[in-house]
């Protein structure tokens, strides 16, 4: 039995000396941890260690803990010199939002091209915000998928919580939002508060309907499903609406271009020259309405900031311009220039030397949004 017990030993040593010699040839730093030293004193059992031609052995008990702050600080020691990964600067952020179990991981995964999120049918699958980095042709694309948003009232728990706070702060750092809406379920009131989430935080916004193989089983047809929307919420007409299945993968190779066109909308600069021409077509298509006995006179209009569109008219008045005519304004600026996804903010400020209204001006300036209808 001795002699069995010598033979193994013997053989455990030659192959740890095998396995030394193929770690030396990599040229790599090299540490010798001996493990099961669980009292003071048994190191010298260790000695054969030292013929390994390794730095000064480390002996360790895992079990209690000995030594293994000695074994960290020996490894912390030999790593290379930190280097800060190349900063990411993608051209476009996209983030999935919406209600829980309406598809967002799995049109995450297809437009990925592999299974990235994890997919259940039970909702609430997803508790963190998950970044893809994606490329679609030059440009650089990071994807973000986000817990599902349910009704502040419904929101369960601690963990729950979080998950819905950190998909809204997604929101705020993304450019475009793909709105996943169940389309057997319609438009639903939370899906109207996430969309108006989006608009509030000056974000480009795509409507994805997904689901609609299983909402074709059900009778349901785009035209009166186009209508409905746009009937019960009219101020989403400015984001592109998708139908998709994530089972099937229809529609889904148009979520992405989509998501692009509505970025770079969102960061257009346009000339001065440009926008005055539009103006200038759009007084002469409508005439500027009168506010309080005054004319509005439009006089000129620049723009004055992007990621949305910004863009000052200097006129008479600045106060109490009707909505219909603001939305007026931003239908022919949209067509104008293909700002589709994105919102437009307008602002009204006094023209130097004009004639005021019947009321005196208020200071600053006024940001107009046009109204839902």
């Known amino acids: 039995m001795l002699a069995r ?20 040839k990599t040229g790599r730093p090299m540490l010798v941890a001996a493990n099961k030293v669980d009292r003071p004193g048994q190191e010298s059992a260790g000695a054969e260690f030292y013929a390994l031609g390794a730095d000064r052995p480390l002996f360790i008990s895992a079990a209690h803990g000995l030594g293994v702050d000695e074994l960290l600080d020996a490894i912390v020691e030999r790593l290379p010199a930190a280097q800060a990964p190349p900063a990411a600067h993608p051209d ?3 983030a999935l939002i919406g209600r829980p179990n309406v598809g967002k991981s799995s049109l995450l995964n297809r437009m990925a091209g592999f299974a990235r999120a994890i997919v259940h049918e039970e909702p609430g699958t997803t508790r963190d915000t998950l970044d893809v980095p994606l490329k679609l042709g030059e440009r650089e694309l990071i994807l973000i998928d986000t817990a599902g948003i349910r009704r502040p009232t419904r929101v369960k728990g601690e963990l729950e919580h979080h998950a819905v706070a950190r998909a809204i702060d997604t929101i705020r750092r993304a450019d475009v939002l793909l709105l996943v809406i169940d389309a057997t379920e319609g438009v639903t009131d939370q899906d ?22 299983a909402a074709a089983t059900l009778k349901r047809r785009v035209p009166a499903f186009v209508r409905d929307l746009n009937q ?116 009204f400020r006094k023209a130097p030397g004009s004639r005021a209204g019947s009321r005196p001006a208020t200071p600053g300036r006024v940001t107009a949004r046009a109204p839902a209808r």
Not at 6 to 24: D, F, G, S, T
Not at 310 to 331: M, T
Request: charged content about 25%.
């Open 5 to 24: 017990l010598k033979q193994a030993n013997r053989l455990a040593h030659e192959r740890i000396e095998e396995a030394v010699a193929l770690l030396r």
């Open 92 to 94: 476009l952020r996209v």
């Open 192 to 213: 109207a508060r996430l969309a108006r989430l989006v608009e509030s935080n000056d974000r480009a916004l795509v409507v994805v309907v997904n689901k609609w193989d």
């Open 232 to 347: 019960r919420y009219p101020f989403l007409d400015f984001a592109r609406l998708l139908f998709t299945s994530a089972l099937t993968g229809d529609g889904v190779d148009r979520i992405l271009p989509a998501a692009l066109e509505a970025g770079d909308a969102f960061r257009s600069t346009l000339q001065t020259s440009q926008l005055n021409r539009i103006l200038a077509q759009a007084t002469a298509a409508m005439d500027p309405p009168i506010v309080d006995r005054h004319r509005l006179n439009l006089m000129y209009v620049t723009q004055v900031g992007s990621s949305p569109p910004r863009f000052r008219f200097f006129c008479n008045l600045e106060r109490d311009i009707p909505a219909h005519y603001i939305r007026f304004l931003e239908g022919r600026f949209r067509a104008a220039f293909e700002l589709r996804g994105t919102p437009i903010r307008f602002e």
